[in-house]
């Protein structure tokens, strides 16, 4: 801990920290719900509104990668048709030339299992199928026949053309990454707002204490003053004076109740913690005693954060822009091959024995002549476009170590106006009482203990800033590394 309690000048904090203490055990021996910092952002990161979002999120994007590497897998399908049903009149050629229409029902069906594999290294597809179909008419001809194919090998291949499947292998690979990063930041993210409105609710209670209190001293003050002036001690200046810092201490109060309440409930929220529900919290003046190494910082940020990945996704999607618009624009040729058996024969059965070979091979072509420039200038642009995201993305590169840099050391400053803050506290409060016991006796005027009061007052709300900034900057440390340098790894 950085604060020792051996400290002469923070003696007050360790007292306070013991009275806290005390309080939360007592409420929890009356059944309210006492809780740290930690538990506060433990139970938002657990079931508040923002740390739902963020877990659906996540899910919805390892669906999305499941579902997206299930289609690299081998795909079976059944398609066909059974049947199809046609009823017309057709004209039959003769045998003498003539044509001769007559009513003819035909019937049609066909049915198939497919198994598809795509080849990612190649940007093909190998398929396997076996076929079987029947055709039959009746009516004024009679006639039924069917057709298999026990197996059937097709390979289809484009050439010259972007693989498609390598480039979306690549981009799946960062989207998840991306996705996974991301729920991370926003687990720290939902731990910075929550410390702001628990040192919102904290800086509230004390400020409400702290009225009751003036209030309850100007009151005392008052009554003193009132006796000090019929005896002719002090002027009718200084009572009215006195009167007036207790009516303004007693706005304040009003004014600290409602900040109180408001904040109260803004804690409840944060948590998701139902508005019946009796909840206090404990802060205490320890804090993290942690040493940042800047270089590790920066390091960290540059490898665990979530725009890393969407740099990289970035530059792989100009990439393959690039890769697109050099062979979108020339010539394009697809080539399919297949190899298989097949028969025909009006019994089923026999439509399996004796299959005979099937084979077939084609090559498709598509070369533009003449494009005047558009291809050139597809690909310029595409290579414009890249070189306009690597720059783009040394400058967030460099933002992100900057900022990583920064937040190091705003650890320390923090740690440092802490212990500044709490001994200035100490001072106050000390400074504050000697006025006060002075005061008493007719040692000064109201002026200077009204002064000492408000001094009081700003050093303890300083402190409770200095104690709020503290933990925020470690979270946001956090944010912008994704590690823990308490126990020196990566946070996952």
Known sequence: MI???????????????????????AAVAHGQQVITLQQAIEMAQRQSPQARVALEAREGARQRNRG???????????????????????????????????????????LGLQLQQQIPFTGGTLAVQSLVSQVQLSGSQQYKNFATTPFLFQLTQPIFQANEQRWGIREQTL???????????????????????????????????????NAAVNDTLYTLNKGRFEVGKIGENDLLQSELALLRARAAVDQAQLEFNRALAALRIAINVAPSSPLDIVVTPDVPDVTVDTVVAVQQALHNQSLTSQLEFNDVDARRRIAEARLGGGPRATVVAS???????????????????????????????VLWGAHSADVQAAQADRDRITSSNAILRAQAG????????????????????????????????????????????????????QEKDAALQAYVSALRAYWQAYYTLRLLTLYDFEKGTPIR
């Open 3 to 25: 604060i020792p309690s051996s400290s002469p000048g923070l003696r007050r904090l360790a007292t306070c920290a013991a009275l806290a203490c005390t309080c939360a055990a």
């Open 68 to 110: 997206f590497n299930a289609r690299l897998l081998p795909q079976i399908s059944l398609n066909g048709n059974i049947p199809s049903y046609n009823r017309s009149i057709v004209g039959v050629l003769q045998p003498d030339g003539t044509q001769l229409f007559t009513p003819l029902q035909q019937t049609n069906a066909n």
């Open 175 to 213: 989207s998840i990454d991306i996705a996974e990063r991301t729920y991370l930041e926003q687990r720290e993210n939902i731990a910075i707002a929550t410390t702001g409105v628990f040192f919102d609710f904290y800086s509230a209670r004390l400020t409400l204490r702290n009225a009751v209190a």
């Open 339 to 369: 190899y298989g058996v097949n028969q025909t024969s009006p019994e089923l059965s026999n439509a399996y024995t004796s299959p005979l070979e099937a084979q077939a091979f084609s090559l498709s072509i598509n070369s533009p002549l």
């Open 402 to 453: 900057q900022n990583a840099l920064f937040a190091a050391l705003g650890i320390g400053q923090s740690r440092r106006v802490l212990i500044i803050s709490a001994k200035a506290d100490t001072v106050g409060a000390k400074r504050y009482e000697v006025a006060y016991n002075r005061y008493v006796i007719g040692r000064i005027g109201f002026d200077v203990l009204y002064l000492a009061q």
